[in-house]
């Protein structure tokens, strides 16, 4: 599969067959995703990933009712270390460059999964601090996105895009890029 046909596959699944994912395979989609941009390259992500039943249910507790998060057979949880990012750039890192960094290397692993025949979903509503608990995270390490990750039991279908006339423009805001 060549780059456009991964990023035009790629969908979100939220319903994932039984099957399991070779802890091999995961660890090539996070070795893929840190190949992703970062600012000043301080790469303060981390990556927890989850299999255990116990941890993916707290987990899929902590996301307002969503039941297909704890029924993926892999949860990765995509953190960012605030110390690092702070340390690097001060209020910016923390405030902008840690959910762009870790946002760049999800999508790494999400495009990645999907060349390998793999199921993928970009979680973002979840409660932290239950988050944390579950994977016992520090202080310094904020859950930013979770990545539910498996087999799909139905083919996905990805809502529509608007259109690159309405999103672009050409020199300045308002002027149409044609
Ligand atoms: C920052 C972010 C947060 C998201 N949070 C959730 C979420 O909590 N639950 C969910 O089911 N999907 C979530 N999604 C997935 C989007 O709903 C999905 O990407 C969008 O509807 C476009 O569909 P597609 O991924 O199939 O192209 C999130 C996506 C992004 C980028």
């Known amino acids: 599969m060549n780059t456009d046909e991964a990023i035009r596959q790629r969908a979100s699944v939220r319903s994932y067959g039984s099957a399991k994912v070779d ?23 981390v990556f927890v990933v989850v299999k255990d039943p116990n941890t993916r249910q707290a987990i899929g507790d902590a996301c307002f009712g969503r ?22 750039y001060g209020e910016r ?13 999800v999508e790494n692993l999400m495009l990645a999964a999907t060349d390998r025949g793999l199921a993928t979903c970009w979680v973002g509503a979840f409660n932290e601090q239950a988050v944390k608990n579950a994977v016992n995270l520090p202080g310094n390490v904020r859950p930013m996105a979770m990545i539910t990750l498996g087999y799909a039991k139905e083919k996905p279908r990805k809502p529509a895009r608007r259109p690159v006339s309405e999103v672009a423009f050409s020199e300045m805001y308002g002027k149409p890029f044609k």
């Open 67 to 88: 039941t297909f998060i704890a029924s993926a057979p892999v949860i990765v949880v995509v953190c960012a270390d605030m110390d690092k990012i702070e340390a690097a």
């Open 23 to 45: 802890d091999a395979v995961v660890r090539e989609l996070i070795e893929l995703a840190t190949q992703a941009p970062s600012a000043g390259n301080t790469q303060e992500w």
């Open 93 to 105: 890192g923390v405030s902008l460059y840690a959910a762009q960094d870790t946002a760049a290397a």
